[in-house]
Nanobody
Framework: QVQLVESGGGLVQAGGSLRLHCAAS????????MAWFRQAPGKGREFVAA????????VWPDSVKGRFTISRDNAKKTVYLQMNSLKPEDTAVYYC????????????????WGQGTQVTVSS
């Protein structure tokens, strides 16, 4: 079992930055690939970034490439999402997710989810 708690969301102007945190409560954090997804009002859930257990391998879509960075600290059992050059279209609820397997971008492959944190980017 893994419990995930996100934090760090908020209101920011376009061009600004935010750093999201996701704290995991599990003895075996290194067994999990971690990911961030987001969901804007009226839209489906969108993949944002993922990182493998070691932190050596990451993947993200073109929509955030060069602006967002995912990282993890296994000692602190925490995964981070550094978001720079934010745009109004980045406005969404951001969710942290975990899966006991390899890195992936498909949301249905992740079995554990946090409650989400709101990110709002004003123009």
């Amino acid at each position: 079992q893994v419990q995930l708690v996100e934090s760090g969301g908020g209101l920011v102007q376009a061009g600004g930055s935010l750093r999201l945190h996701c704290a995991a409560s599990t003895r075996t954090f290194i067994a999990y690939a971690m990911a961030w997804f987001r969901q804007a009002p009226g839209k489906g859930r969108e993949f944002v970034a993922a990182i493998d257990w070691s932190g050596a391998n990451t993947v993200w879509p073109d929509s955030v490439k060069g602006r967002f960075t995912i990282s993890r600290d296994n000692a602190k059992k925490t995964v981070y999402l550094q978001m720079n050059s934010l745009k109004p279209e980045d406005t969404a609820v951001y969710y942290c997710a975990a899966r006991a397997g390899p890195i992936d971008y498909e949301d249905y492959k992740y079995g554990y989810w946090g409650q989400g944190t709101q990110v709002t980017v004003s123009s």
